[in-house]
């Protein structure tokens, strides 16, 4: 891959860049444990959070959204979780109301006491370093912890995208972070916003792509712009329709 890299720079005058899949870089079965993983944590999360209005961005005008499309549904940006909702998630834990609270405050809060999904989320992964929220929801069976085999597996595919990502840089070229089956999709979205929240400060290297014919597509959209402001990176987003429509109804019907 970083081969590919390079020689775009050589054959494009302006712009070059290379799409790559993330499906190539590591083992189906890490990428599905991976993506279920954050799955599950998206669907914790959203359980023990509130929808507030105060926190969609002004550049964002719910009224132009598809309800169609959305539903009943709040967009996940607008979710916070507060203090209580966090102990009320972690009481059936071994943390005690001092390890409880360091790692609520460990989340930054907001000055309302809210926490965005983003930073539940990253209190909640495995690391290296191992995070003490993530064992005591193992621990108590609230979610599954990934096998150290894919584990192990993860941690090598994001060395490897991020050495792309810095030779992307260096020559002055982007990547572009195919899109996959939604069964891969969570962990590669949680990479490509890895790798532009580290590459991405000064000027766009790293896009994902954001296939339009799924439902959650703007909500994951506007999330990621969010984030991205939030954070303090620049977001890199290619809009498609998508490959797998076809594919993704045939499955969705079968198991229905």
Do not use: W
Request: aromatic content about 8%.
């Amino acid at each position: 891959s970083s081969g590919i890299t390079q020689s775009t720079g050589e054959v494009c005058d302006e712009d070059p860049f290379a799409a790559i899949k993330v499906t190539a870089l590591s083992k189906p079965n890490a990428l599905l444990e991976g993506s279920q993983f954050l799955f599950n944590i998206r669907a914790l999360f959203e359980a023990h959070s509130t929808p507030h209005a105060d926190t969609v961005p002004d550049s964002i005008n719910l009224e132009f959204l598809p309800r169609d499309v959305l539903g009943s549904r709040s967009l996940l940006n607008m979710h916070r979780m507060t203090r209580e909702q966090f102990a009320a998630l972690t009481a059936s834990t071994s943390l005690d109301d001092t390890a409880r609270e360091e790692i609520f405050l460990s989340m930054k809060p907001d000055e309302q006491g809210r926490v965005p999904f983003y930073k539940f989320r990253e209190s909640c992964m495995p690391g290296p370093p191992v995070r003490p929220l993530y064992t005591a929801l193992c621990d108590a069976g609230i979610i599954q912890p990934l096998s150290q085999v894919n584990l192990d597996a993860l941690n090598r595919l994001e060395e490897r995208l991020f050495r792309l990502s810095e030779l992307a840089v260096k020559l002055d070229s982007k990547l572009l972070v195919d899109a996959e089956q939604t069964y891969f999709q969570p962990l590669i979205d949680f990479l490509a916003n890895k790798m532009m929240a580290r590459y991405n400060v000064e000027k766009v290297h790293v896009f994902n792509t954001y296939q339009c014919y799924l439902k959650a597509t703007p909500s994951q959209l506007i999330y990621d712009m969010d984030k991205s402001r939030a954070v303090g990176y620049k977001l890199g987003a290619k809009l498609v329709r998508g490959a797998y429509m076809e594919q993704e109804r045939m499955r969705a019907e079968r198991e229905r």
